[in-house]
């Protein structure tokens, strides 16, 4: 699987737009990109995933780059709630696992 | 539906010491993946079970062991307990693909709520 990068952590104003970013340069043709979050050492929750298409769903927005190297997930109006922990995640379809990086470290301020 | 539950939630061992932590999966899933995490890391994969065998492994020691029984539910082992074995132990189940597991949510593992460890 291919890896990924984030920055460590980011901050964002109550009520803004959240957008965090994603470096996954070496990803191949059948890899997807998917995004959990973590939020006080419960376990991941899903939050939205894609090819090559933006996506989006009731949680945030998805935007992968033409050329598949880089990703945004975009959460339109933060709340104190979606202060956790964010990864970014490369795999396979087929395949079961997933591999975590460090993630990112979101700080949503009143 | 109960989701992904484990136990216990958490759990003191000395060095040396073998520990067994239980699993059970989301009903309707017959996948169980492990990871241990760290403080200040991301989850890292230590294998897979399904039809109670393992199928995936991660860059785990053989003191990590683990079983799948009959009702999917399943155990992780650890021996000979060392200091850096401290961590939160999740737990995420999941449908096989070759079952119809991948829905529009993609591959979906739902992950419980972690044991945490620690090895003094």
């Known amino acids: 699987d291919a890896k990924t990068t984030q920055p460590p952590s980011m901050d964002c104003a109550e009520g803004r737009a959240a957008n965090l970013p994603c470096n996954h340069s070496t990803i191949s043709g059948n890899e997807y990109v998917y995004w959990y979050r973590q939020i006080h050492s419960q376990g991941p929750q899903y939050i939205i995933h894609g090819l090559k298409n933006n996506e989006t769903n009731e949680m945030a927005s998805l935007i992968i780059t033409e050329d598949r190297k880089s990703s945004t997930l975009i959460l339109p109006h933060a709340t104190l709630r979606d202060t956790a922990v964010y990864y970014c995640?490369?795999?396979?379809?087929?395949?079961?696992?997933?591999?975590f990086g460090s993630g990112t470290k979101l700080n949503v301020k009143p | 539906d109960a989701g992904v539950t484990q136990s216990p939630t958490h759990l003191i061992k000395t060095r040396g010491q073998q520990v067994t932590l239980r699993c059970s999966p989301k009903?309707?899933?017959?996948?169980v993946s492990w990871y241990q995490q760290a403080l200040g890391q991301g989850p890292q994969f230590i294998f897979q079970y399904y039809e109670e065998e393992e199928r995936q492994r991660g860059n785990f020691p053989d003191r990590f062991s683990g079983h799948q029984f009959p009702n999917y539910s399943s155990e992780l082992n650890v021996n000979a307990l060392l200091l850096g074995d401290s961590a939160l132990y999740l737990c995420?189940?999941?449908?096989?693909?070759?079952?119809?597991?991948?829905?529009?949510?993609?591959?979906?593992?739902?992950f419980g709520p972690g044991t945490r460890l620690t090895v003094t």
């Open positions: 995640i490369v795999r396979v379809q087929s395949f079961n696992k997933f591999y």
């Open positions: 995420a189940s999941g449908r096989d693909p070759s079952k119809g597991g991948i829905s529009r949510r993609g591959y979906e593992q739902y």
């Open positions: 009903s309707g899933h017959d996948t």
